[in-house]
Structures are given as structure tokens and as C-alpha cells.
């Protein structure tokens, strides 16, 4: 499980602020994945990226969620104009190969509260 | 119905019982993944199965594809081994979650 960093560990955001939450994947995964797991509930699927690219955002928002994974840097889960119900912790997971059929490391999430 | 169900949904054990989580799915899979996530922190993935048995320590994960079933087990449970466990599966592409085992080991 090491090596996925996920930053911040918690974030505190007023109605219609933005929040931008950033995940590091293990050092040579080029695959990441952004789960959301609001409170008692299970984790979700949000969306896969590949390096520059969009592979699968069927569980993103439609409106004010968006993501990326540029060539450089870490992978970045943006939410506009948050609100009480984005309060939740979204997990980021790296691979080296792309779907599920290989391991998968998770990072610590990020905890949102928006107040 | 989800398309991932885990039983029992909690469990509570005396340390040194040996525990079984189970899951069932209803799609077809080409893996299936157990997670554990201990109370207010991250999550760790424990196994990846695509046939038959891993076992590592004191967990072992087994799955029949036919019967679309798989089971973790824990033996000697320890106090740290309470946490949420988690079934997952990759199924077209697409990650399915079951909800989760509560399980908490009394000493």
C-alpha cells in the first residue's frame, strides 16, 4: 500500500468554495482511480484516468466534478461550488496496468467537510 | 438487489475465532478484490483473485467462479484485525463495491 499519497488528509470547505484534492500514485503507475465514499455508506466509483487521459468517468457528477492526471504531477479530483452533500472522504488507488485484474494500492484519502 | 453482496454485514468474534466474510456477485468478473479499511483511515488492498485460493499470514481468500462466490477467512483473530472488509469487483471495466463487514474482535 505504499507510495500512494493522497493530499490533504482533510479539508474543510464552505458552501461554494472549491475544493481541489490531489493524489500521487505509487512512482511508475501510469493508472489511477478516484473513489468516493460518503458517510455509512460504501466506496463509488468516480473515475479511471490513464496519463493525459479520461478513461472512464461513468461515476463523476455531471456538473461541477471534473478530473485530470497530466503528464506531470499528481492526479487532481476538483469539485466547484461544493456543497453539504459532497461531504464525504474520496479515495484515490494507482496500478501499474490498467482495470482491476492487477493489484491496486490506495491511498489514505482526503476527508471533505463542507460546512 | 446490488450486484455485490457481502454477509453478515457485522461481526462481532472473541480473539482467536476463526472468521468468514463472504461475497457473492451476480455479474460476470475478471477479478475480484478484497479491501480492508480500518476505522477512519485508508484502505488496503488484502487480495486480488481471479480462481481459486491466496492466503497470506492469517487470511485467506478463496472464490468459485462458477458459483460467483468468493469467501475471506481469518484464523487466531486478533483485536487489529477489527475493521470494515470489503468485496469488490472489476466487471466490464466497471468496479463494483459490496457494503462492507463491519467485523470487531473483542480480546
Known amino acids: 500500500n505504499a507510495g500512494v499519497m493522497q493530499n490533504p488528509r482533510h479539508l474543510v470547505r464552505r458552501r461554494g468554495q472549491e475544493a481541489r484534492l490531489r493524489c500521487s500514485p505509487v512512482k511508475g503507475h501510469s493508472h489511477v482511480y478516484w473513489y468516493r465514499q460518503l458517510p455509512e455508506e460504501g466506496l463509488k466509483f468516480m473515475v479511471y484516468l490513464q496519463k493525459e487521459n479520461i478513461i472512464d468517468e461513468s461515476g463523476m457528477p455531471k456538473e461541477r466534478f471534473s478530473a485530470e492526471f497530466p503528464k506531470e504531477g499528481p492526479s487532481i479530483l476538483r469539485i466547484q461550488q461544493v456543497v453539504r452533500g459532497d461531504s464525504a472522504a474520496y479515495f484515490c488507488?494507482?496500478?501499474?496496468?490498467?482495470?482491476?485484474?492487477?493489484?491496486?494500492?490506495f491511498g489514505q484519502g482526503t476527508r471533505l467537510t463542507v460546512v | 438487489k446490488n450486484e455485490v453482496e457481502q454477509s453478515p454485514q457485522n461481526l462481532t468474534a472473541q480473539e482467536g475465532e476463526f472468521i468468514t466474510i463472504n461475497c457473492s456477485y451476480s455479474v460476470g468478473i475478471s477479478a475480484l478484490h478484497w479491501l480492508q479499511q480500518h476505522p477512519g483511515g485508508g484502505i488496503v488492498s488484502l487480495f486480488m483473485?481471479?480462481?481459486g485460493k491466496k492466503k497470506h499470514g492469517r487470511l485467506i481468500a478463496t472464490i468459485n467462479i462458477q458459483e460467483k462466490h468468493s469467501s475471506l477467512h481469518i484464523t487466531a483473530s486478533h483485536p487489529r484485525d477489527s475493521a470494515v472488509y470489503i468485496c469488490?469487483?472489476?466487471?466490464?471495466?466497471?468496479?463494483?463495491f459490496g457494503a462492507g463487514t463491519r467485523l470487531t474482535v473483542k480480546p
Open positions: 488507488a494507482s496500478s501499474p496496468l490498467g482495470g482491476w485484474g492487477t493489484e491496486a494500492f
Open positions: 469488490a469487483v472489476m466487471a466490464n471495466n466497471d468496479m463494483r
Open positions: 483473485l481471479s480462481s
